[in-house]
């Protein structure tokens, strides 16, 4: 069997940019912002349009909008797959106790299943 090394600092920026990303929805909901920020953030203010912003006002609580999608849903659950198989992953948790290391590897099968589903959402 072969280990592919998973590195924790591209998935680290993966998730910081995603929550900056939400930040920026947010202030660009704000009555002070303008430019194209602003602008595609308006789109889907009327019936039968899409929108761009997931955030929908300025008042909406970001966290709540995180819990409540499919993909920040699946993105918290894939993050904390990939943090358990990771940290079991450590020389020590191997060493001391193969059986944890070799059962949380299993977790990956819910980590495939959950980005696949975050990809799509």
């Given at each position: 069997m072969v280990h592919v090394p998973c590195h924790p600092r591209p998935v680290a920026i993966h998730i910081l940019a995603h929550l900056c990303n939400l930040e920026h929805y947010h202030w660009s909901q704000s009555p002070e912002a303008e430019g194209l920020a602003a602008a595609l953030s308006k789109l889907g203010d009327t019936p039968d349009e899409t929108y761009l912003n997931p955030i929908r006002?300025?008042?909406?609580?970001?966290?709540?909008?995180?819990?409540?999608?499919?993909?920040?849903?699946?993105?918290?659950?894939?993050?904390?797959?990939?943090?358990?198989?990771?940290?079991?992953?450590?020389?020590?948790?191997?060493?001391?106790?193969?059986?944890?290391?070799?059962?949380?590897?299993?977790?990956?099968?819910?980590?495939?299943?959950?980005?696949?589903?975050?990809?799509?959402?």
């Open positions: 006002t300025f008042h909406t609580n970001t966290i709540t909008e995180l819990l409540t999608t499919v993909a920040g849903i699946t993105g918290l659950l894939i993050s904390l797959a990939l943090i358990l198989i990771m940290t079991s992953s450590t020389e020590f948790i191997r060493q001391a106790s193969y059986e944890l290391f070799w059962y949380t590897h299993h977790v990956f099968i819910i980590f495939f299943i959950g980005l696949a589903i975050h990809g799509a959402g």
